[in-house]
T-cell receptor, first 110, second 113 residues
Framework: RKEVEQDPGPFNVPEGATVAFNCTYSNSASQSFFWYRQDCRKEPKLLMS???SGNEDGRFTAQLNRASQYISLLIRDSKLSDSATYLC???????????FGRGTSLIVHP | GAGVSQSPSNKVTEKGKDVELRCDPI?????LYWYRQSLGQGLEFLIY????????KSGLPSDRFSAERTGGSVSTLTIQRTQQEDSAVYLCASSLLGKYEQYFGPGTRLTVT
């Protein structure tokens, strides 16, 4: 089983839709969790950290479920500019090396 | 402030040649990472530097790959005797001490012909 797994998609949604992605991780000792977005032929950019209690940043909400070992990203009121690949990143305790998922592709259409 | 910079942005080289890729992290960031990303693939960790500590080289795929970081700032990734399978985007990221959020440079697209 891969350490970090994501549904590659693509998720194809209309503008204004709400869309959610999950990411599962296999190592129960994982301590830090992040979502990055990567536009085509660009570098990954930090979208948000994921906190145990869940956190929100505008239209984006991230959740952590330690019991089931997954994190989620919810995007409300999707915009065309949200089209990108969303990377799940997990870091296990005691390590400085994060593991990146292969990403979930989102396409928002008019 | 200035972000992470990398040079060159593109590099085309012949199989068997050596290449050097440069990364200039965000000022004050003590941690520096190198990754590579092949077309349609995820990020593959290569090497990690933290301050003056010995680097974590556990991700380097072969002894043709090496990296150094001078003065705790600029880093150079060297690939000797390049092979076609080395073709990828090489990404550098930096972060603050004790923080795990990483900030990436724009990458170097390496093509080995």
């Amino acid at each position: 089983r891969k350490e970090v797994e994501q549904d590659p998609g693509p998720f194809n949604v209309p503008e204004g839709a709400t869309v959610a992605f999950n990411c599962t991780y296999s190592n129960s000792a994982s301590q830090s969790f992040f979502w990055y977005r990567q536009d085509c032929r660009k570098e990954p950019k930090l979208l948000m950290s994921v906190y145990s209690s869940g956190n929100e940043d505008g239209r984006f909400t991230a959740q952590l479920n330690r019991a089931s070992q997954y994190i989620s990203l919810l995007i409300r009121d999707s915009k065309l500019s949200d089209s990108a690949t969303y990377l799940c990143v997990v870091r296990r305790g005691g390590s400085y090396i994060p593991t990146f998922g292969r990403g979930t592709s989102l396409i928002v259409h008019p | 402030g200035a972000g992470v910079s990398q040079s060159p942005s593109n590099k085309v080289t012949e199989k068997g040649k050596d290449v050097e890729l440069r990364c200039d992290p965000i000022s004050g960031h003590t941690a520096l990472y190198w990754y590579r990303q092949s077309l349609g693939q995820g990020l593959e960790f290569l090497i990690y530097f933290q301050g003056n500590s010995a680097p974590d080289k556990s991700g380097l795929p072969s002894d043709r790959f090496s990296a150094e970081r001078t003065g705790g700032s600029v880093s150079t990734l060297t690939i000797q005797r390049t092979q076609q399978e080395d073709s990828a985007v090489y990404l550098c990221a930096s972060s603050l001490l004790g923080k795990y959020e990483q900030y990436f440079g724009p990458g170097t697209r390496l093509t080995v012909t």
